[in-house]
């Protein structure tokens, strides 16, 4: 889809809309597809993000960064010298909103980089237009990305930054490793007065540490998520954590041998058998939604691990730097063959229990964790999820709202974005194909982010052989 403006109109417009002058003094335009203003999208297959059915031949009219009206093609009212999109056989959902969705990327052997370049670009061409980074391997590298994305002079998706990892004396060189109550309150008081929203503590934190972290951090109107193993999911539920990452993979009270405040080796291997319905598995989620505690699925990062499963797309290796990719290919293929894998019994299950989750009533929402040996870079990993999600046993529609809708109910956004309704921030994926039919996000042509609508084609060739470098 190609704009029907000449670039010195785009620039205008650009410039007049709130928050986007310095998207022109940038020369953005290239990448532009629908430029702001007013835009009517006709004839629209709608997923709207609520759970409900597709509505077929709507028109979406956007003013400025808003949507302003829904409705049935004919009955929706066009301001005259609008932009009228034609988008006849092509599917419109709401932005996606990651939840698990670091601006650092880990692959092959042993390499790390902070992606402020592609990694941002690469998540808004994916349809993720909002993003928590769940953990900051370099905070102030977050919070300057997202100031300089709100600012106009970077590419990419809203985003909520995340403090320092919050872990125990065994964690990474790269996080904060507790010594006691004292110091979680301390890192957490100054990370959250530096301006991060959320903090994640990691495997080995004691539950006296946790508690301490939770307590300071609603003190200072921050939130906490966490990937546990030593701390599990209800006692981390009684200390008044506000999510849960992973599902199944990171919850290791079911384990016969699990200790307080240690963390049980292999505790995954006995899973395959576990019963999601229960009396262990639905105290689990009675805890967490009589709590307003939701879990984050990140089904893709565990999936390149998995013996058996089908080959890692080649959409992956294209954007990666070339000798990342040589890297992440002889990993993806000795993992699919078995060596060092994830049981196909125990990611079955953990699908079985997310779902298990959703039926009993919880909030899920999903992000992509680009970590591991690389092969579930930022936005590819986020639409992987989406078809992982259909195999779990979800519909598309409740796919949908799982990636976008919950995700900003998470966050506390729901009010502006996550459903395509009026009154909403108009961020909107337009895929050229029917969504149910082709089962998958590859055909991702527009995002909207605050009403431009973004060239994703272009964005994912502007970054093409930077992922893991840049």
Same mark, same amino acid.
């Given at each position: 889809?190609?704009?029907?403006?000449?670039?010195?109109?785009?620039?205008?417009?650009?410039?007049?809309?709130?928050?986007?002058?310095?998207?022109?003094?940038?020369?953005?335009?290239?990448?532009?597809?629908?430029?702001?203003?007013?835009?009517?999208?006709?004839?629209?297959?709608?997923?709207?993000?609520?759970?409900?059915?597709?509505?077929?031949?709507?028109?979406?009219?956007?003013?400025?960064?808003?949507?302003?009206?829904?409705?049935?093609?004919?009955?929706?009212?066009?301001?005259?010298? $609008?932009?009228?999109?034609?988008?006849?056989?092509?599917?419109?959902?709401?932005?996606?909103? /990651?939840?698990?969705?670091?601006?650092?990327?880990?692959?092959?052997?042993?390499?790390?980089?902070?992606?402020?370049?592609s990694g941002s670009r690469l998540y808004l061409a994916s349809g993720v237009t909002t993003i928590r980074?769940?953990?900051?391997?370099?905070?102030? $590298?977050?919070?300057?990305?997202?100031r300089e994305i709100e600012a106009g002079r970077v590419i990419g998706p809203t985003m909520y930054a995340?403090?320092?990892?919050?872990?125990?004396?065994?964690?990474?060189?790269?996080?904060?490793? !507790?010594?006691?109550?004292?110091?979680?309150?301390?890192?957490?008081?100054?990370?959250?007065?530096?301006?991060?929203?959320?903090?994640?503590?990691?495997?080995?934190?004691?539950?006296?540490?946790?508690?301490?972290?939770?307590?300071?951090?609603?003190?200072?109107?921050?939130?906490?998520?966490?990937? !546990?193993?030593?701390?599990?999911?209800?006692?981390?539920?009684? !200390?008044?954590?506000?999510?849960?990452?992973?599902?199944?993979?990171?919850?290791?009270?079911?384990?016969?041998?699990?200790?307080?405040?240690?963390?049980?080796?292999?505790?995954?291997?006995?899973?395959?058998?576990?019963?999601?319905?229960?009396?262990?598995?639905?105290?689990?989620?009675?805890?967490?939604?009589?709590?307003?505690?939701?879990?984050?699925?990140?089904?893709?990062?565990?999936?390149?691990?998995?013996? /058996?499963?089908?080959?890692?797309?080649?959409?992956?290796?294209?954007?990666?730097?070339?000798?990342?990719?040589?890297?992440?290919?002889?990993?993806?293929?000795?993992?699919?063959?078995?060596?060092?894998?994830?049981?196909?019994?125990?990611?079955?299950?953990?699908?079985?229990?997310?779902?298990?989750?959703?039926?009993?009533?919880?909030? !899920?929402?999903?992000?992509?964790?680009?970590?591991?040996?690389?092969?579930?870079?930022?936005?590819?990993?986020?639409?992987r999820n989406y078809e992982l999600l259909l195999e779990a046993g979800f519909t598309a529609p409740e796919?949908?709202?799982?990636?976008?809708?919950?995700?900003?109910?998470?966050?506390?956004?729901?009010?502006?974005? /996550?459903?395509?309704?009026?009154?909403?921030?108009?961020?909107?994926?337009?895929?050229?194909?029917?969504?149910?039919?082709?089962?998958?996000?590859?055909?991702?042509?527009?995002?909207?982010?605050?009403?431009?609508?973004?060239?994703?084609?272009?964005?994912?060739?502007?970054?093409?052989?930077?992922?893991?470098?840049?």
């Amino acid at each position: 889809m190609k704009s029907i403006l000449i670039p010195s109109v785009l620039t205008l417009l650009l410039a007049a809309l709130p928050g986007t002058a310095s998207l022109a003094a940038q020369n953005f335009d290239e990448y532009v597809a629908i430029p702001g203003g007013t835009v009517a999208l006709t004839n629209a297959k709608v997923i709207d993000g609520t759970g409900a059915p597709a509505m077929m031949g709507q028109t979406i009219l956007i003013e400025g960064d808003r949507i302003t009206a829904v409705g049935p093609t004919g009955s929706v009212q066009v301001p005259a010298g $609008a932009n009228v999109v034609d988008v006849s056989g092509k599917t419109v959902i709401p932005g996606l909103v /990651g939840l698990h969705n670091h601006s650092y990327y880990t692959g092959g052997n042993g390499r790390a980089a902070q992606l402020s370049f592609s990694g941002s670009r690469l998540y808004l061409a994916s349809g993720v237009t909002t993003i928590r980074t769940t953990g900051a391997q370099q905070p102030y $590298a977050e919070l300057n990305l997202q100031r300089e994305i709100e600012a106009g002079r970077v590419i990419g998706p809203t985003m909520y930054a995340t403090g320092p990892y919050l872990t125990g004396e065994q964690g990474s060189q790269t996080m904060t490793r !507790l010594e006691g109550p004292e110091q979680a309150r301390r890192v957490v008081r100054y990370w959250a007065e530096e301006g991060v929203s959320w903090f994640k503590a990691y495997t080995w934190i004691s539950r006296a540490e946790l508690g301490a972290a939770i307590e300071e951090a609603h003190r200072n109107g921050v939130k906490v998520t966490a990937h !546990l193993c030593s701390v599990g999911y209800r006692e981390a539920v009684a !200390l008044g954590i506000d999510n849960l990452e992973h599902g199944l993979f990171a919850n290791s009270e079911y384990d016969p041998n699990k200790r307080p405040d240690e963390c049980p080796p292999g505790f995954r291997s006995g899973y395959a058998n576990l019963d999601v319905n229960g009396p262990d598995v639905q105290a689990t989620f009675r805890d967490m939604i009589d709590n307003d505690v939701a879990m984050t699925s990140t089904l893709v990062v565990y999936e390149i691990s998995v013996a /058996g499963r089908p080959p890692i797309d080649e959409r992956v290796y294209d954007v990666l730097a070339p000798e990342i990719a040589e890297e992440v290919r002889a990993i993806a293929v000795a993992r699919r063959a078995g060596q060092g894998a994830i049981d196909p019994a125990v990611f079955a299950k953990a699908m079985e229990y997310e779902r298990a989750f959703v039926d009993a009533g919880g909030l !899920l929402a999903a992000g992509v964790d680009p970590t591991g040996y690389g092969a579930a870079p930022p936005g590819y990993g986020d639409q992987r999820n989406y078809e992982l999600l259909l195999e779990a046993g979800f519909t598309a529609p409740e796919v949908v709202q799982i990636m976008s809708h919950n995700g900003a109910r998470i966050l506390g956004i729901d009010s502006d974005v /996550g459903t395509v309704e009026a009154g909403k921030v108009a961020d909107l994926v337009v895929i050229d194909a029917d969504l149910e039919a082709a089962g998958n996000l590859h055909a991702t042509e527009v995002v909207f982010r605050h009403g431009i609508g973004w060239d994703s084609p272009k964005l994912i060739e502007s970054i093409r052989g930077l992922v893991g470098v840049r």
